[in-house]
């Protein structure tokens, strides 16, 4: 049963400290997206990929956030330094051929002590 | 900008009662519209689509039709089970945009 895989589901950090979430997007699929959801705000996109080159992060906060796809299996989102406004859900998602068509991972819950 | 509206929820029902979770869109092009399905500490999923006016997307008995004359993608059920307790986003994409523009969600609950 193919799926996308976050890891870590939960991880609590302190200010200032540095957080990589890991996502492992369903094997075949070519699109990557990275959203963040809080109470407040919904799901905000923050980057995705396609083929493995960033076609928009302007969701990220260039400064403190960071988006990359090392290859085809891996997609990671680090944070540093973090700050507390970071808590949220973090969710990846994979998608192929049909436009608007994702696939979710569980969510990696940060928070930010 | 594209932007998607949801009613505000929390909703709240009883088993076997109709189910409506109003939905507006605005969008410069043509989009495509979906419904995603969120259960408690999983990721969304893909409930149904539509991606042209007048286009119906059904799944496990809900339905939303693509009313382009008042802009909405309205979900329906006839008869809601407690199963269907979850948070329901619409979305949309548009000009062939990979993008998902999420709604806020709408958490319905429903009650034996």
């Known amino acids: 049963d193919a799926r996308v895989t976050q890891t870590p589901r939960h991880k609590v950090t302190e200010m200032g400290q540095e957080v990589t979430m890991r996502c492992q997007p369903i094997l075949g699929h070519n699109t990557v997206f990275w959203y963040r959801q809080t109470m407040m705000q919904g799901l905000e996109l923050l980057a995705y990929f396609r083929n493995r080159a960033p076609l928009d992060d302007s969701g990220m906060p260039k400064d403190r956030f960071s988006a990359e796809m090392p290859d085809a299996t891996l997609a990671t989102l680090k944070i540093q330094p973090s700050e507390p406004r970071d808590s949220a859900v973090y969710f990846c998602a994979s998608g192929l051929k049909v436009i608007g068509e994702l696939f979710f991972g569980e969510g990696s819950r940060l928070t930010v002590l | 900008g594209n932007s998607v509206t949801q009613m505000e929820g929390p909703v709240t029902l009883s088993e076997e009662a109709f189910l409506t979770i109003n939905c507006t869109y605005t969008a410069t092009g043509y989009p495509s519209l979906f419904w995603y399905v969120q259960y408690p500490g999983e990721g969304l999923q893909l409930l149904l689509k539509?991606?042209?006016?007048?286009d119906k997307g059904s799944n496990k008995g809900f339905e939303a039709t693509y009313r382009k004359e008042t802009t909405s993608f309205h979900l329906e059920k006839g008869s809601v089970q407690v199963s269907d307790s979850a948070v329901y986003f619409c979305?949309?994409?548009?000009?062939?945009?990979?993008?998902?523009?999420f709604g806020t969600g709408t958490r319905l609950t429903i009650i034996p």
């Open positions: 979305a949309l994409t548009d000009f062939g945009n990979e993008k998902l523009t």
């Open positions: 539509a991606t042209k006016a007048d």
